[in-house]
RNA sequence: CGGGGAGUAGCGCAGCCUGGUAGCGCAUCUGGUUUGGGACCAGAGGGUCGAAGGUUCAAAUCCUUUCUCCCCGACCA
């Protein structure tokens, strides 16, 4: 993509009165526009960042054998009054349709996808089922703020599974568990993730949360030292401030638990980046869900659901990995891969050298953004930090004599000269 | 929802206290000089001062109401 043409304006400046780093930085990058507060516009360069994400969780929600649907955002009435959730669900978005009908806009999706697990599902053999979209929902939060961080509308992945026993529930659940940690690894905050014991909120007892460490975070979690394996990956768990006074819980998570040990355990500062709960039969009775089993006589399916949020991780991507220049995406999830500069637009030799460096790359298959702008050296190194891509391949006048072609690393700001045709990684 | 701060040009801000022709920077447009770390000179366009009401000869400025945004707290399937 030519710079020229891309539908985005920089900006050198941004209002004092934002101090979220991850708004700071994605609207001064031209990532997304704040239509009002929670609700924002993904422009060309955020849709490709959010885009990204989304496959990554769709390739590993594929990959443990989960399919993807997509459900509607606008609900019924009715459907919520089944569950008994219509008054319960403070955040959910009341309307009204077409003949004064009660509406809603879903900030989650158990009342529709039990019923529509009801016409797939009718014997044993049936189960277990997995189903899972990533779409938009939409929570009417008291105060939405942090950027991207706690929106109003905002993407989310949420998977249900529908199981026969609870065995089968558990060992799908390490799975999602399992699957979560390798998205987050993929989007480059791995590092920083700990796998979380939580409250279960109104579903059950208990949950898991996918903390990842950062001062800007709203939650406090007690990490637990060491590490225990998940399918075998060792994996760092903590403990959700939530449930730090809950001795039965504690007895249940930490091994030779004696009363006070919790106070040793390290606080830290984190914000949630993803939730997985077993429900049990709370919705399949509710909706009225059943399947017949070897004897002949209906039981209800035990669910779980498991949620997680794109573009709360692109928030949190933003918000950690930064620099007081910029933006640093990691590879898997950047707009673009490279940002190309053609330092001088004016000089027809350095123009050529660029221009064919940018086909060559494209024709390599290279995602590649090309600053082709007749503008100054300085604003396109000031412009390529902000943007974040991962590798900057700059060409310059001497440069375009010599046959070369300096290579900077973004996020280690390594530099070094390659002849044209090679790439740095 | 409670407390605090803020709304003035596309963006970022000053002006308000002490009422009297609405300013600066960035961005945009024109011309010229520039070109390896957000260049420079000259010129130009762009404003219902968040909204409504009130006080006054006169309101961006004072008073009342209201909306929105940001922060802290509460809340957070």
Known sequence: MRRS?????????????EVS????????????NQVMAGVYSYLPLGLRVLT??????????????SQ???MPALHPREIWDVTGRWDKVDVLFKLKGAGDRDLALGPTHEEVVTPL????????RDLPQAVYHIQTKFRNEARAKSGLLRGREFRMKDLYSFHTTQEDLDTFYDRVMAAYMKIYRRIGLGE???????????????????????DSGEDVVYAIPGTTEVLGVQERFAINSEIIDDQEALRGILPNYQPGDEQKLVQHKTIEVG???KLGTRFSSACGLTFADKDGKPQHPIMGCYGIGPSRMMGTIAEILSDEKGLIWPEEVAPYKVNLLNLKASDATTTQAAD???????????EVLYDDRDVSAGEKFADADLLGCPWQAVVGPKGAEKGVVEWANRRTGAKQELPVGQWPW
């Open 117 to 124: 697990a009801s016409t797939v599902i009718n014997s044993y």
């Open 68 to 70: 993807e649907v997509l």
């Open 275 to 277: 939730n997985i709960f």
């Open 356 to 366: 064919a460096l940018y086909d060559t790359l494209q024709r390599a298959g290279v």
């Open 192 to 214: 920083r993730t700990l796998i979380t014991y939580a409250s279960g909120g109104v579903f059950s007892k208990y949950s898991h949360e996918f903390q990842t460490l950062t």
């Open 21 to 32: 780093r991850n708004a700071q930085l994605l609207t001064r990058g031209s990532y997304v």
């Open 52 to 65: 990204k994400i989304e496959q990554i969780v769709r390739e590993e929600m594929n990959a443990i054998g």
């Open 5 to 17: 043409h891309l539908f985005l304006k920089t900006r050198k400046e941004i209002s004092k009165e």
